[in-house]
């Protein structure tokens, strides 16, 4: 897809809107990957620097709960232009990668997705609300393993692959529960140091 829309031979430009169409509904996958990565790469810890990451996710996923196909975004940033040889560079550097995710990742069905397969992108919608609402909280060494857990399930709904997706909300969950003991442990310290002073 990628390909064929870098090759078309409509003008010297091509736009936002013009990407996001050919992707269809993996643009949300695509859009939810680009921002969980800067979370779940490590790095120094920012307060609040998760939250402007987690409420774009938080936006897109209110947008498969209500049944979109495709990502609705300000109209400023759907008119932004790229040039298309500089489209056709990126295509180029990003196809091994690509390719290798093709091997790895492919539409494959999940008993969990499967029962009610209409419903999918709104299950997705609510997983990546709690995903995201964990990530902005501003939790020590929280947001790295929930972070890598969204981009789990982003892979998966770029590929339509429902094991992957599955196998994220898995990650997700373990990652909340691993918050939960990290809060758990943070109150458990500041009582005990509190009440030895």
Sequence with gaps: MLHALADASDGDTITIEEILTALGNQGFGLLVLVLALPNAIPGPIIPGFSVPF????????????????????????LRRRIRRERFKRFVARAEPALRRFERWFKPRPARFMARRPADRPRTLGMVLIAFALVLALPIPLGNGPQAFAICVVALGMFEGDEKVETAGIVLGVLSILLNAAIVIAGVQIFAYATKHR
């Design 54 to 77: 987690a409420l774009g996710i938080v936006i897109l996923s209110v947008q498969l709960l209500r049944g979109h196909r495709r990502p609705l975004l300000p109209s400023w940033l």
